[in-house]
């Protein structure tokens, strides 16, 4: 027997703003980050909570790490809000996410999500950073689980190209991982074959600033984040998770590094070999996993993505020596056994090289 469960509601599409009326006369703690706090979007979300009584924690900085969530948890336990409102990417709904399960009110989480990349609106995981040790932790609860994610295709008109190159190869990674994870099923297939094959074809346009393109990967984001909660994920998220704790390198970024790598490995399995062309066909390609990989490899370079960890500022010399404790913790981290094929040290070693 199978189970596939949708906790968390959805609203999208412009004016879904309109949705934080329904907090009217509540205590809300926004949570969000310096630059969006004075950037005017942050002002936008406020508006629509005049009437309520509201404090905002604006501490979020990148792959937050355990002490700035702990400053937020002892906020909502002054505050005592009735609901916490995270505004932001993936790493301010994160930061929420953890401060409300650790607090011992575990007060209810509305999302809206300034990128297309995470998911994170609609799922139960949540990545902290040890920054002392250098270690990514996934956290994974039911509880993490938003009440309400609000998809509001505006938040995206101003995002960078390269935050969208990075974010956007993240939703292509997800919805690829869910789509052959150990966890699979007919549900999951069908949304992670959706969130791919929109990502695919809307993150060139998005790339070049197209406001249709981006509320589509908005979506796209939205999907695959549903379709990996179910499913779980894989060896190419466990990866990221260890490199990006360790050099503190954007988590798309590194998604985009070893996708390909990642399919190549997995495909010498036939079962998956044969799922991954099928998602290939979906997407317009020859149905093979070859041309999905070398698709992908195409893309990357299109958004001007690195295709080297030396490109991202890491010296050879130190990522070789590093490369026992980053296969230890790819294989510890909690995405890699929803992986397809069984992996070893020697195999995450044998992509790392790749990558040098």
């Known amino acids: 027997m199978e189970r596939f469960e949708l906790k968390t509601a959805v609203v999208f599409g412009a004016g879904a703003l309109e949705a934080l009326d329904g907090l009217a006369g509540r ?3 926004v949570v969000t980050d310096r630059f969006l706090a004075q950037s005017g979007l942050l002002d936008q979300v406020l508006a629509r909570l005049g009437s309520c009584t509201v404090e905002t924690f604006t501490q979020v900085v990148p792959d ?5 969530v702990a400053k937020g948890v002892r906020q909502v336990e002054e505050f005592r809000p009735d609901v916490l409102v995270a505004f932001g990417g993936g790493s301010a709904l994160d930061c929420a996410k953890a401060m409300a399960h650790f607090s011992p009110q575990s ?5 809206i999500p300034t990128t297309a990349g995470t998911g994170s609106e609609v799922t139960s995981f949540a990545v902290l950073t040890d920054s002392e ?9 039911d509880s993490l689980l938003p009440a309400l994610a609000v998809l509001e295709p505006s938040f995206l008109e101003g995002v960078p190209p390269a935050v969208t190159a990075d974010t956007g190869m993240d939703v292509l990674t997800h919805a690829a ?4 994870a150990r966890g699979a099923n007919p549900y999951t297939d069908a949304l992670a074959e959706k969130a791919f094959t929109l990502a695919y074809g809307n993150l060139p346009a998005a790339f070049g600033g197209d406001r249709e393109a981006k509320a589509n990967m908005l979506l796209a ?8 909660n179910g499913a779980g994920l894989g060896l190419c998220h466990g990866l990221a998770h260890a490199l990006g704790g360790r050099y503190h390198i954007p988590h798309g970024r590194l998604n985009a590094l070893l996708l390909s790598h990642v399919i190549r490995f997995n495909a010498a ?9 099928r998602l290939a066909k979906a997407c317009g390609l020859a ?3 070859r041309t999905l990989a070398a698709g992908l490899d195409r893309l990357r370079s299109q958004l001007k993505l690195p295709v080297k960890l030396t490109a991202c500022g890491v010296e050879g010399k130190i990522f070789k020596a590093d490369a026992d404790a980053i296969a230890a913790s790819a294989l510890a981290d909690r995405c890699t056994p929803a992986n397809p094929r069984a992996v070893t040290a020697d195999d995450v070693k044998a992509i790392l090289k790749e990558l040098a």
Do not use: Q
């Not at 991982?177 to 052959?180: F, G, P, T």
């Open 27 to 29: 205590r809300v703690l």
């Open 64 to 68: 937050p790490p355990l002490e700035v």
């Open 107 to 111: 007060p209810p989480l509305w999302a």
């Open 133 to 141: 040790k250098g270690v990514k932790y996934p956290l994974v609860d």
């Open 177 to 180: 991982e869910a789509w052959v």
């Open 221 to 228: 984001s939205n999907l695959a984040g549903l379709a990996f």
């Open 269 to 277: 399995e036939e079962k998956t070999a044969k799922k991954y062309g």
């Open 287 to 289: 149905p093979t996993w």
